[in-house]
Structure formats: C-alpha cells, structure tokens
Nanobody, 120 residues
Framework: VQLQASGGGLVEYGGSLTLSCAAF????????TGWYRQAPGKQRELAAI???????AYGDHVKGRFTISRDTASNTLYLRMNDLKPEDSAVYYC???????????????WGKGTLVTVSS
C-alpha cells in the first residue's frame, strides 16, 4: 500500500490549487486520512483531516480557505486550496491510518509529499 500525492506547483498570491492523493493497493477501507504540511525550518502541521468517523478538521491557518474531500470509490483524497498566501508554501503530505488490506491493517502511512510554492 502506498500514497502518492500530486498537484503541487507554483501559484501566485491569492490563487488556488487542488492537491490529490491516490492510495494504491488492495485497500478495503481507510480510517482517518488527511493532509499535513511542512515549511522549511518548521515542524509538520495539520492542514486538514477526516477522522475515523468521517468528520473534518482544519488547521487554524487554513480554516475558511482550504477544503478537504475524498472519493472513497477510488481511494483518492483531495485538498482544494483557495486564497493562497506565501506562508502556505510548504511540502504537503498526505497521510492515512487504519488501512484495511488483505490479511491485516496498515497504520500511520505517509506519502512522499508535493511542493506548493506561493509567490508574493
């Protein structure tokens, strides 16, 4: 099982971008899943998440601007980012937990990340 994020790139201040994260493998279900980000010299922080009950939560810095969504049929996670600011520049990582696969579960799985750069 692996996660592959895509959609990052260079965008102007105030612009929008949509990230995608595809989960590959023989997956029956995914528990919690979400997006984290890490800017240079800073700790990784939450951007947006679905908890295991399907409720969403957002980091304080992105509330009202970012929207997390998913397509459970294709095991794809999305992050729509609007009104982007230079401080949103970071590597964005997708994450998933409690992934049911044949023979067991996979916990705490991270994708490799996709870089978002917002120009001022």
């Amino acid at each position: 099982v692996q996660l592959q994020a895509s959609g990052g790139g260079l965008v102007e201040y105030g612009g929008s971008l949509t990230l995608s994260c595809a989960a590959f493998g023989a997956i029956s279900s995914i528990g919690a899943t979400g997006w984290y980000r890490q800017a240079p010299g800073k700790q990784r922080e939450l951007a947006a998440i679905f908890n295991s009950a399907g409720s969403t939560a957002y980091g304080d810095h992105v509330k009202g601007r970012f929207t997390i969504s998913r397509d459970t049929a294709s095991n794809t996670l999305y992050l729509r980012m609007n009104d982007l600011k230079p401080e949103d520049s970071a590597v964005y990582y997708c994450w998933a937990d409690a992934i049911q696969v044949p023979g067991g579960m996979v916990y705490d799985l991270w994708g490799k990340g996709t870089l978002v750069t917002v120009s001022s």
